[in-house]
């Protein structure tokens, strides 16, 4: 919440926070964007720090307005922004349901950036996660390390899970793989993997509610 003289400084208007005071006396605030989650639609069009005034046509005074983006593909908003309003469509975007697909490769695990990590993150140079590296595997020996983003195999580009898997399954036994990283730091680097399918094979695990662990296995190299 933001206080109504905070939102004065931020520039809203003697008519706006009449409106407001009248529409709620009780309640004196409005509500200020504090991060907005990479991958959804909202990002790139709505910014840190922004103040929503309102969302389709009604002042947002309770936290419960928000609640409109659960029945609603687009929402219109009036924001504050560099002292001035600012009338904006965001689309709303649906929840993918968590993690529904998992790479193993050379003994790290691999997946689509999740929600939580989505919302801390300030940028995603991919669409491919590294989530842990198994003690003495490949990836373990070669540095490949649990936080970083994949962005190419051996000068593949790699943007999401399905790029990814299909690059790493050209990859022959017993041959050095380049993997091209970026930190959580947004730190570039270029690591080499020794691939050994005889331990370390490549696998999957997909999401499958027709299965009984509701999950489905595949081991193909």
Not at 61 to 80: P, S
Not at 107 to 132: E, K, W
Not at 167 to 176: G, H, I, L, S
Request: aromatic letters at 8%; a negative charge.
């Amino acid at each position: 919440p933001l206080s109504l003289i905070a939102a004065r400084a931020g520039g809203l208007s003697d008519s706006r926070l009449e409106e407001i005071q009248h529409a709620n006396p009780d309640r004196n605030m409005l509500f200020i964007i504090q991060r907005i989650e990479l991958l959804s639609k909202a990002h790139g069009v709505l910014q840190d720090l922004d103040i929503i005034v309102s969302i389709n046509g009604k002042l947002m005074l309770h936290i419960d307005d928000l609640n409109v983006q659960y029945t609603h593909d687009a929402l219109d908003l009036v924001i504050l922004r560099n002292r001035s309003e600012m009338h904006l469509r965001v689309e709303t975007t649906a929840y993918d349901g968590g993690v529904n697909k998992l790479v193993f490769w050379s003994g790290a695990i691999f997946q689509a950036p999740y929600m939580a990590l989505r919302q801390q993150s300030s940028n995603a140079p991919s669409g491919v996660y590294c989530t842990d590296v198994a003690s003495g595997s490949p990836a373990d020996q070669y540095e490949l390390m649990a936080s970083y983003w994949i962005t190419h195999i051996n000068g593949v580009v790699t943007p999401d899970l399905a790029s990814f898997e299909q690059a790493v399954r050209q990859c022959p036994d017993r041959t050095y793989a380049r993997v091209r990283i970026v930190s959580f730091d947004l730190e570039p680097a270029v690591l080499t993997v020794k691939t050994c399918y005889h331990y370390w094979p490549t696998s999957t695990l997909t999401k499958d509610a027709s299965t009984e662990s509701g999950w489905r296995s595949s081991n193909e190299n």
